[in-house]
């Protein structure tokens, strides 16, 4: 399991996390986009290193980077942008990085943060890449070419769940559960709304592929997210953490994540006018 949790997290890390902040189109992100990977080579490689201060010093490199871009929002959040519901998504997205460096931080290091084990803060490190960053930034896009009720339910669902399952974590199960609950119903929403726009004409049949692709495997992906919350507060019967990591994790980043960032690369290069936030516009919203 380590080394497949290994290559997720370096695929966050290395591509999704910079793919994404290329979407947003905010010129102020542009920055630290291009100084990233000096940022997320190190995390990469703390990753295959065994537990020590050398590895803990690589995976610091990552922190730097990630609390850079977190502090992006409250600087945008004070200056009154980004506070409708594709705003705080993209906000949600901007500071779930950091908080899979602190994981990143302490279970490189050896040590148990806040009572979570190794094992659960190495699983924290991808859950807040991509239930975290690329859910809440995919949520946010969704919502600018959706602005109905289901778009601004998805962009705010989304962030709110991740924050539940982070609360949870502290909490119990049973507020974890919650948490999972109601991300699932807004990634299902997401999934939605994704399909739709796969099925709609105009676009070409890569892009449909993609779309449809990544909303296809929403449904089984959080249906086996909220089978283990609600086995881990029951009692249930449920997967395993090894099982989750090969088939939740694995389709999260690869069939959701990725393909979701291609397909809205590709959607951007096709439609640039419909599609483009406010500061690349001069103020127009999509």
């Not at 979570?116 to 969704?142: E, Y």
Request: with cysteine; hydrophobic share 55%; proline share 5%.
């Amino acid at each position: 399991m380590s080394a497949l949790v290994n290559a997720i997290v370096m695929l966050g890390m290395l591509v999704v996390v910079p793919a994404g902040l290329r979407l947003t189109e905010r010129r102020e992100l542009d920055r630290i986009r291009r100084l990233w990977p000096l940022f997320a080579v190190p995390g990469a490689v703390a990753l295959w290193l065994p537990r020590s201060t050398a590895a803990a010093a690589l995976a610091c490199c990552y922190a730097l980077g990630a609390v850079l871009l977190a502090l992006h929002a409250p600087r945008r959040a004070v200056r009154g942008r980004d506070l409708d519901p594709a705003g705080i998504a993209l906000l949600t997205a901007l500071v779930t990085p950091a908080v899979a460096a602190v994981a990143l931080v302490a279970e490189r290091s050896g040590h148990e943060l806040f009572g979570f084990d190794l094992g659960i803060l190495a699983l924290t490190v991808p859950h807040f890449h991509f239930a975290g960053f690329a859910a809440a930034l995919i949520a946010g896009l969704v919502c600018r070419v959706s602005d109905g009720p289901a778009g601004r339910f998805a962009a705010l669902s989304v962030p709110l769940g991740t924050l539940l399952v982070l609360v949870g974590y502290f909490i119990g199960d049973w507020a974890e559960l919650a948490g999972a609950l109601v991300l699932t119903v807004g990634m299902w929403t997401v999934g939605l709304l994704t399909w739709r726009l796969g099925r709609a004409g105009g676009r070409d049949r890569t892009t449909r592929l993609l779309l449809l692709a990544s909303a296809a495997v929403l449904v089984a992906t959080m249906l086996l997210a909220l089978s283990w919350a609600l086995g881990e507060a029951t009692g249930l019967p449920h997967p395993t953490l090894t099982w989750m990591a090969a088939t939740h994790g694995l389709g999260n980043a690869l069939g959701f994540a990725l393909c979701s960032l291609l397909a809205w690369r590709r959607i951007r290069t096709e439609e640039p006018d419909r599609t483009a936030g406010p500061d690349r516009t001069g103020g127009r919203t999509a």
